[in-house]
C-alpha cells in the first residue's frame, strides 16, 4: 500500500472516530456513556500515536544490507537482534531492546530498519503490524 493511500485511509478513520465520538456523545448521560467515551478517547490516542503522527513524519531511509567490511557495526547489531531471537515469538519492542541497550545513543528506527533486513534475507520471521514495534512480533525461522 502506498504512503498516499495509507494517510487517506487515515483521514478517513480521523473522520469515522470523529463521528463515532458524536455518536458517543448523544447518548443519555451515565455510566456507560462514559465508558464508551473513554475507550472513543483510548482508540483516538493510539490511532494518533501509532499511525497519524508516524505517518505525517517523512518516510525513513531504506535500509541497506551489510556488504563490506566497513560494516562491521551492522553485522554487530545484527548479531544481537538475531542473540536476542528464539523460536518463539517475542515483540520486536523486546528484541530491539536489547541492542538498545549495547547502542543507547542509536536512533530506534535504525534497528527496526536491521529487523527487516533480516527478515527479507529469511534470518527471521515476522508477524503484526511491523510499522510499530509494539505491535509486531519476530523469531528465529522454522528450520522443519
Do not use: K, Y
Not at 18 to 31: D, N
Not at 69 to 97: H, S, Y
Not at 120 to 136: N, P
Amino acid at each position: 500500500m502506498a504512503r498516499s493511500d495509507l494517510q487517506s485511509a487515515c483521514q478517513t478513520l480521523a473522520e469515522a472516530l470523529g463521528a463515532l465520538e458524536q455518536h458517543v456523545l448523544a447518548l443519555p448521560a451515565g455510566p456507560q456513556r462514559s465508558h464508551c467515551l473513554q475507550a472513543v478517547h483510548r482508540m483516538t490516542h493510539v490511532f494518533e500515536t501509532e499511525l497519524r503522527i508516524p505517518l505525517s513524519q517523512p518516510a525513513p531511509e531504506p535500509a541497506l544490507p551489510v556488504t563490506g567490511p566497513e560494516d562491521a557495526l551492522m553485522r554487530q547489531i545484527d548479531d544481537c537482534l538475531l542473540d536476542a531471537l528464539t523460536a518463539e515469538w517475542r515483540r520486536a519492542a523486546r528484541v530491539v531492546g536489547a541492542a538498545v541497550a549495547e547502542w543507547p545513543d542509536m536512533p530506534l528506527e535504525h534497528f527496526a530498519q536491521r529487523l527487516q533486513v533480516l527478515a527479507q534475507a529469511g534470518r527471521l520471521q515476522v508477524r503484526g503490524d511491523f510499522t510499530s514495534l509494539l505491535h509486531s512480533e519476530v523469531r528465529l525461522p522454522d528450520v522443519n
